[in-house]
């Protein structure tokens, strides 16, 4: 007799505890040992929106808006606007995430709903869902990692006797899933097929990325703070491809190996919520796909990394709608090494052999010395994970100016030259042409 096939809910169940016993580990304790700390977790609504998002298919947390309001606006004022919700939910309910805060409002799942609800009053500058990013998928190839033929394609030989990995003046945010940054062991609760059930799990730092290297690590997803997990891979994995140990006859190579590199946790791994649903009395498993990276706490990282020195913020990040959170804190980001550039920015022809040419996706001559027209000419600059920023010839030949062998000290580009010349020999020549018409055309009879 054929033996009846399983469920989809039994597969994926299965898949579930399989990973489990490869994840996690139950280290034997000694008689007498004191049990490891238990673990902080994210409250446990939030868990249940990830599961749920997760379960539903959706881009966004439900019930989850991101409101920011206009500048000047009274908690008064600020009151008034979230009276237009159905729920009328309290100010003091509000979780502020720098300049956006955060509305939950469990009684209406529909998050454009409720957006649509807020944006339409005169205090909100605006209000979307709070989103959800996911990294990239890494492909299963077994020789994807060990082989690393990316950096022999780049040529990054060359690069490196150019500049040899960058210095430890730079320092990469690397704002993803996290890397690990303590060698701990921490109680969770989880489910084990039939019973929620505590276990140890052990995380350990990457012995190829020294811990000296690793600064300012911070968590926006879980109530770890300055402690940062790793317990999804794909962020240590995106650090190791910035700045791997080097030259070290260990493992692989990193491109940027003497760049510090900052931890910024923003996205929960399918485990960061299946602990927390656990810890919360939730019997079961949560979808295989939960977690995932809200765009207030991308937003929160990305103002992190600016604010504590980063000249590198790495996003392997994607999703399907545009998020106006995380354009603000893009604007924010940008703005910050405008008041250090004139003193530290070097002309595009030495950016090969600068470290700082790396913090920037676009340049400009605008505050070198060798520029004293104000105009500014952008330049397209290669990634900066490299530690490099490109060679001249990676910049768009439009973009660079063309200066003439003029005898003024001041340097006048050839084609607004050009240009003047051709707007006065058009000038000339467009009165000619009128005065032939006019020559040319038949004059009316008086009768």
């Given at each position: 007799m054929p033996a009846r096939p399983r469920s989809v809910r039994t597969r994926a169940a299965i898949v579930i505890l399989v990973l489990g016993a490869v994840v996690i580990s139950r280290p034997p304790r000694l008689a007498g040992q004191p049990a490891p700390p238990p673990m902080d977790v994210m409250p446990a609504a939030r868990a249940a929106a990830f599961a749920d998002a997760a379960a539903r298919g959706l881009d966004y947390l439900p019930g989850e808006v991101v409101v920011r309001f206009r500048d000047g606006v009274t908690?008064?004022?600020?009151?008034?606007?979230?009276?237009?919700?159905?729920?009328?939910?309290?100010?003091?309910?509000?979780?502020?995430?720098?300049?956006?805060?955060?509305?939950?409002?469990?009684?209406?799942?529909?998050?454009h709903i409720l957006a649509d609800q807020l944006a339409s009053q005169p205090e909100v500058l605006y209000a979307e869902p709070n989103y959800l990013r996911h990294h990239d998928s890494t492909p299963n190839d077994t020789g994807f990692g060990p082989r690393q033929w990316n950096l022999q394609a780049l040529d990054m030989p060359k690069a490196w006797d150019i500049n040899p990995g960058a210095t430890a003046n730079i320092i990469v945010a690397i704002v993803d899933t996290g890397i690990t940054t303590v060698n701990t062991t921490m109680t969770v609760a989880t489910w084990n097929g039939a019973a929620i059930q505590n276990i140890g799990v052990t995380y350990a730092t990457n012995p190829d990325l020294a811990a000296s290297r690793l600064v300012s690590p911070m968590d926006f997803v879980t109530n770890m703070g300055t402690i940062v997990l790793d317990s999804e891979g794909h962020g240590t994995h995106v650090s190791s491809t910035v700045g791997e140990d080097t030259n070290n006859a260990l493992l692989d190579a990193g491109i940027a190996y003497n760049a510090?590199?900052?931890p910024v946790k923003v996205c929960s791994s399918y485990w960061d919520v299946q602990f927390a649903f656990s810890a919360a009395g939730g019997r079961g498993f949560v979808p295989a796909t939960s977690g995932g990276c809200p765009t207030t706490a991308v937003g929160q990282g990305i103002r992190y990394a600016a604010d504590n020195g980063a000249k590198v913020i790495n996003l392997s990040l994607g999703g399907s709608s545009p998020s106006t959170t995380e354009q603000d804190a893009i604007t924010y980001c940008r703005t910050i090494p405008r008041r250090t550039r004139r003193a530290s920015t070097a002309p595009w022809r030495s950016a090969p052999r600068t470290a700082q040419g790396t913090a920037r996706i676009t340049r400009t001559r605008a505050a070198t010395s060798r520029s004293p027209r104000p105009e500014a000419t952008r330049a397209t600059a290669t990634p900066a994970a490299a530690g490099t920023s490109g060679s001249p010839r990676s910049v768009r030949r439009s973009a660079i100016p063309r200066w003439s062998s003029s005898r003024d000290s001041t340097p006048t580009p050839r084609s607004a030259t050009r240009g003047r010349r051709w707007r006065r020999r058009t000038s000339r020549g467009s009165r000619r042409s009128s005065r032939r018409r006019a020559s040319r055309r038949p004059r009316r009879s008086s009768n």
């Open positions: 908690p008064d004022r600020q009151q008034r606007a979230l009276d237009a919700v159905r729920s009328r939910p309290s100010i003091d309910a509000l979780e502020w995430a720098g300049e956006v805060a955060i509305l939950r409002d469990p009684s209406q799942p529909h998050a510090r590199i900052m």
